[in-house]
């Protein structure tokens, strides 16, 4: 396997990244009149704090970050990560000893939101589609018993909003992460071959992304089937592929901890006339997409031009929920490209063009490229995947 052309961005950001995330969140605060933000999941905490740990998965530990109206924000962690978020520029950082069997960390959260916020002070959390708590709920229910005087407001738009417009070094490195993977799908011919389990062809993909410079696989799904595929979110079955069968996977690998999240098609030895129609019915959805992806436009209409076009081809079902969504350090962000999200498109907003449908009984098919508004319009992060279903094998 050839080693990465593409040099990776520095890891990590300067102080002054997380000062402007901090002074952009604090001044939407002032003018909702919230005097905290309190953080509870991994992507929102790294987001104003850089701390960056795979201890996450553990889901035995809560943490929390408090964001005040003004001064920098305040860890409330366990102890046994004192020392990397020391490593950040996060300076008052407070711990307990964690897991406690009657008061994990509650109390002590407590006492900085009233220390923080007041006594009767406005508290803001993540409450809408596509955020979550991640401590037990009877925590979180003593926790507004402690605070029975304050109240907890919904500041998703003060989070999610923020978070859509990505700066030039987050945009860095999901360009770097994008080019690494894309490069992968550019060898496909080597990676994947008929006869061989699709364990081995997602072991030889993972393989060959890590070679490329990518930090983790942390998704990979995919399908294959005779001339279509139907499932494509389970795990690989040890199925061997075969002769006619159409292959997609869809990565979301991670570099300093920002996806990429796309996936590519390809027929093995050969494809039915169904197969490689449908493909070209999403490559150019897809292209409607990004003639309209510009400033200005929303999402419902990102959805409705690549809808357009699958809806008149006359494939069986288009019906897929949404065609995109945002992309960032999570696998998916919002906002979603249905008919229902007017969210407006801005320069720095990092997005999916994800258009699919069901072309035959039992048949799917998935497109996705990710791209960057710019001013002038979309830019592509993905190497642009070919106009007609590629064939290898």
Same mark, same amino acid.
Request: proline fraction near 7%.
């Given at each position: 396997?050839?080693?990465?052309?593409?040099?990776?961005?520095?890891?990590?950001?300067?102080?002054?990244?997380?000062?402007?995330?901090?002074?952009?969140?604090?001044?939407?605060?002032?003018?909702?009149?919230?005097?905290?933000?309190?953080?509870?999941?991994?992507?929102?905490?790294?987001?104003?704090?850089?701390?960056?740990?795979?201890?996450?998965?553990?889901?035995?530990?809560?943490?929390?970050?408090?964001?005040?109206?003004?001064?920098?924000?305040?860890?409330?962690?366990?102890?046994?990560?004192?020392?990397?978020?020391?490593?950040?520029?996060?300076?008052?950082?407070?711990?307990?000893?964690?897991?406690?069997?009657?008061?994990?960390?509650?109390?002590?959260?407590?006492?900085?939101?009233?220390?923080?916020?007041?006594?009767?002070?406005?508290?803001?959390?993540?409450?809408?589609?596509?955020?979550?708590?991640?401590?037990?709920?009877?925590?979180?229910?003593?926790?507004?018993?402690?605070?029975?005087?304050?109240?907890?407001?919904?500041?998703?738009?003060?989070?999610?909003?923020?978070?859509?417009?990505?700066?030039?070094?987050?945009?860095?490195?999901?360009?770097?992460?994008?080019?690494?993977?894309?490069?992968?799908?550019?060898?496909?011919?080597?990676?994947?071959?008929?006869?061989?389990?699709?364990?081995?062809?997602?072991?030889?993909?993972?393989?060959?992304?890590?070679?490329?410079?990518?930090?983790?696989?942390?998704?990979?799904?995919?399908?294959?089937?005779?001339?279509?595929?139907?499932?494509?979110?389970?795990?690989?079955?040890?199925?061997?592929?075969?002769?006619?069968?159409?292959?997609?996977?869809?990565?979301?690998?991670?570099?300093?901890?920002?996806?990429?999240?796309?996936?590519?098609?390809?027929?093995?030895?050969?494809?039915?006339?169904? +197969? @490689?129609?449908?493909?070209? &019915?999403?490559? *150019?959805?897809?292209?409607?997409?990004?003639?309209? !992806?510009?400033?200005? =436009? #929303?999402?419902?209409?990102?959805?409705?031009?690549?809808?357009?076009?699958?809806?008149?081809?006359?494939?069986?079902?288009?019906?897929?929920?949404?065609?995109?969504?945002?992309?960032?350090?999570?696998?998916?962000?919002?906002?979603?490209?249905?008919?229902?999200?007017?969210?407006?498109?801005?320069?720095?907003?990092?997005?999916?063009?994800?258009?699919?449908?069901?072309? +035959? @009984?039992?048949?799917?098919? &998935?497109?996705? *490229?990710?791209?960057?508004?710019?001013?002038?319009? !979309?830019?592509?992060? =993905? #190497?642009?995947?070919?106009?007609?279903?590629?064939?290898?094998?």
């Amino acid at each position: 396997m050839p080693a990465p052309q593409n040099l990776p961005p520095p890891r990590g950001f300067p102080d002054a990244e997380f000062e402007t995330r901090l002074t952009t969140a604090q001044n939407t605060m002032a003018v909702a009149k919230i005097d905290a933000l309190l953080l509870t999941t991994e992507a929102d905490i790294r987001y104003y704090s850089g701390f960056a740990t795979q201890f996450w998965q553990s889901p035995t530990r809560p943490w929390f970050l408090v964001v005040p109206t003004t001064g920098k924000p305040v860890a409330v962690i366990p102890g046994i990560g004192a020392e990397c978020m020391a490593r950040t520029w996060i300076e008052d950082i407070r711990t307990w000893s964690s897991p406690h069997p009657h008061d994990d960390g509650i109390s002590l959260l407590a006492s900085t939101l009233r220390e923080v916020a007041g006594k009767t002070g406005r508290i803001g959390l993540p409450m809408a589609a596509g955020s979550h708590l991640r401590l037990p709920l009877a925590d979180f229910e003593k926790l507004r018993h402690c605070l029975r005087n304050m109240e907890f407001v919904d500041a998703t738009g003060i989070i999610q909003f923020q978070r859509m417009q990505k700066s030039e070094l987050e945009i860095s490195k999901i360009s770097y992460v994008c080019s690494s993977v894309s490069a992968v799908f550019a060898t496909a011919a080597e990676l994947f071959s008929i006869g061989q389990s699709d364990i081995d062809a997602f072991r030889s993909f993972k393989t060959a992304c890590l070679a490329h410079g990518v930090d983790d696989i942390s998704y990979l799904v995919g399908g294959a089937g005779a001339g279509g595929y139907n499932d494509i979110i389970s795990p690989p079955s040890g199925r061997l592929l075969a002769h006619g069968d159409i292959l997609m996977l869809d990565t979301g690998c991670t570099f300093d901890g920002y996806f990429c999240d796309f996936d590519r098609n390809f027929a093995l030895g050969a494809a039915s006339d169904q +197969a @490689p129609r449908a493909y070209r &019915v999403l490559f *150019e959805a897809t292209e409607a997409a990004l003639n309209i !992806a510009v400033p200005g =436009t #929303t999402c419902a209409q990102l959805f409705h031009a690549m809808h357009k076009i699958i809806d008149a081809s006359g494939v069986l079902d288009s019906d897929v929920g949404r065609l995109g969504h945002g992309l960032g350090l999570q696998l998916t962000e919002p906002p979603s490209h249905t008919a229902f999200d007017h969210t407006v498109l801005k320069p720095g907003m990092v997005i999916t063009l994800e258009p699919g449908l069901t072309f +035959a @009984p039992g048949k799917t098919m &998935v497109h996705e *490229e990710n791209i960057v508004i710019r001013e002038t319009g !979309a830019e592509l992060l =993905t #190497t642009r995947a070919p106009p007609e279903l590629p064939i290898i094998g």
